[in-house]
């Protein structure tokens, strides 16, 4: 067995390099413009200084490098450091492909078309998937200054094509930033957990609630958990870049979800405030909303009743909004609590009466 292993060894030992093998040596010197390599049982390699990349090259020092000429004039192997490097991180960059890995780049240069980055390798980020500049007019002459003033800054990019064979790498700073927000939402359901309490940032605000970043990640603030109030627009009550107490109410660990709220981070008032109320008693509410059947009256903030039509005086009201109006502070009183489906009805016809 170890005379065909010594036998394999030496079959490869003669045969002739290629153009673009990879080989390992030790350099044995550095005189003038070149270093010396020993290959061990092939000829000598010379590494030319324009081939051996960044770095001083010292005496003793292992080095891998690509064969750019199986043999020059002198017998010697012609190689390059900087070609294995290049090799090397165009392997690495494939790799982070496919895995989805974000990677640190530079911005070196601006153009029409997005800006070159350094990575290791020179690479392209397309306008297109560009997310730090915000919406810029194409139609601009020349190259629009939001994507000029990117040049010297960092972008958090991911690959998008690495091919070796074209020289041809492009990058996307808006899949990185996908990538990441995906990341932290994992995080955040991993950490988080119901029932806590956390101050947040507003970063979002929709039609159907808010967005806040509490940290490890965001979380949605539905409509109906930001305020115990009714008859406002709770969306308008929290603007963007407000610091906000909320507490965790939903982690859904499948989607990746946080669901928050605002208003349970404070007790309940309905819960406080009905609790002390009783029928036959009159109170003063506000008018919040009339409506074709009636009114809406707070009695206290987030506690609200219903006047019908029929009981907002003495005499038929045939159109509500002819007879009160929002805003208006009025003696109620309290006909019926529905605690199990929080309502309540109240009566101003009865209040005068009393």
């Known amino acids: 067995m170890e005379e065909l292993l010594a036998s394999d060894i030496a079959q490869r030992s003669l045969r002739p390099l290629r153009v673009g093998e990879t080989v390992e040596g030790t350099i044995a010197g550095v005189a003038g413009d070149e270093a010396t390599v020993d290959l061990g049982d092939r000829p000598a390699g010379v590494i030319p200084v324009h081939e051996a990349g960044s770095g001083e090259l010292r005496v003793g020092q292992q080095v891998i490098a690509v064969v750019l000429q199986p ?74 200054e939001p994507v000029k003033a990117l040049v010297g800054k960092r972008l958090q990019v991911r690959v998008l094509e690495a091919d070796p064979r074209r020289d041809r790498l492009i990058l996307s700073e808006k899949a990185a930033a996908q990538q990441l927000r995906r990341d932290r939402k994992a995080r955040g359901t991993t950490e988080l957990s119901e029932g806590t309490v956390l101050s947040g940032t507003v970063v979002g605000v929709t039609s159907y609630g808010l967005f806040v970043d509490v940290g490890v990640t965001d979380g949605l603030v539905h409509r109906s958990e930001i305020t115990w109030e009714r008859g406002v627009e709770p969306t308008a009550l929290h603007p963007l870049g407000k610091v906000v107490k909320v507490v965790v109410i939903g982690v859904d660990h499948e989607r990746q979800r946080i669901s928050l709220s605002i208003k349970r981070t404070g007790a309940d008032p309905w819960e406080r405030y009905v609790n002390e109320l009783e029928t036959g008693q009159t109170v003063d ?7 074709p059947y009636g009114a809406f009256a707070r009695l206290a903030e987030g506690v609200e009743g219903l006047i019908h039509v029929t009981e907002l005086g003495g005499e038929r009201v045939a159109d509500p909004a002819g007879s009160i109006h929002v805003g208006d502070v009025i003696r109620v009183q309290i006909v019926a609590i529905d605690r199990e489906r929080r309502r309540l009805s109240l009566s101003a016809r009865l209040a005068e009466r009393t």
């Open 71 to 144: 043999e020059d004039p002198d017998g010697r192997v012609v190689l390059s450091l900087r070609r294995a490097r290049n090799h090397r991180q165009w392997s690495q960059l494939e790799e982070m492909q496919k895995n989805g890995s974000v990677v640190d780049a530079l911005v070196l240069e601006a153009n029409r078309g997005g800006v070159v980055v350094d990575v290791g390798l020179r690479g392209f980020v397309p306008l297109s998937q560009l997310v730090s500049i915000g919406a810029i007019d194409v139609h601009e002459h020349g190259v629009p």
């Open 285 to 291: 509410a506000t008018v919040t909303r009339v409506m």
